[in-house]
């Protein structure tokens, strides 16, 4: 199995501060398609995962633009440009190449 | 409107079984994968299984492989997951999802808890 590793694995910030997380890949999640199969999701407290990023950068239905994603290979990142207090909860990368793995979970608190 | 409910959860005994389902609406089940994610308490997400569209493939996370079962029954709309040789480590909030393409899981149901315990 793709092995998916989080960094960091808490975040304390300050509301309308920017937050960064990074997720790197056991292998590239580079298709032979072209298209590369990372995907960022959100579990907020108390309710189910929700997508927010699909293939690295594209924002799900809904979701707001200060949330980006980008990186290719093996390498990712997800940027929050200002983080609001209805972002709290924990934040997943997630590989689709193979049997779905997620990464360890970064959570995202409000200073 | 897309709805998954999950149903099935209970208590059980370290050694028995259990099947899960998941009834979803709202759209044409027979056209997309499907997936089961657990999430034991106090941990992250894990995707357990995931079969395709018409039911003719299935993948299981490495640990699972050989006691659990994930099939499905197109029209009744209806996903599944058979557990078997329960252990206390498969204790958790068991959700369907559905698989737009290559692990974009859109939609998520509420999830159903499955406690194994003596």
């Known amino acids: 199995d793709i092995v998916m590793t989080q960094t960091p694995l808490s975040l304390s910030v300050t509301p309308g501060q920017p937050a960064s997380i990074s997720c790197k890949s056991s292998q590239s999640l580079l298709y032979s398609d072209g298209r590369t199969y990372l995907h960022w999701y959100l579990q907020k407290p108390g309710q189910s995962p929700q997508l927010l990023i699909y293939e690295v950068s594209s924002r799900f239905s809904g979701v707001p633009d200060r949330f980006s994603g980008s990186g290719s290979g093996t390498d990712f990142t997800l940027k929050i440009s200002r983080v609001e207090a209805e972002d709290v909860g924990i934040y997943y990368c997630m590989q689709g190449l193979a049997v779905r793995t997620f990464g360890q979970g970064t959570k995202v608190e409000i200073k | 409107e897309v709805q998954l409910v999950e149903s099935g959860g209970d208590l059980v005994q370290p050694g028995g079984s259990l099947k899960l389902s998941c009834e979803a609406s709202g759209f044409i089940f027979s056209s997309f994968w499907m997936a089961w994610v657990r999430q034991a308490p106090g941990r992250g997400l894990e995707c357990v299984a995931l079969i395709s569209s018409d039911g003719s493939d299935k993948y299981y996370v490495d640990s699972m492989k050989g006691r659990f079962t994930i099939s499905r029954d197109n029209a009744k709309n209806s996903l599944y997951l058979q557990m078997n040789s329960l252990k206390a480590e498969d204790t958790a909030v068991y959700y369907c999802?559905?698989?737009?393409?290559?692990?974009?899981?859109?939609?998520w149901g509420q999830g159903t808890p499955v406690t194994v315990s003596s």
């Open positions: 999802a559905r698989d737009l393409r290559w692990g974009m899981f859109d939609f």
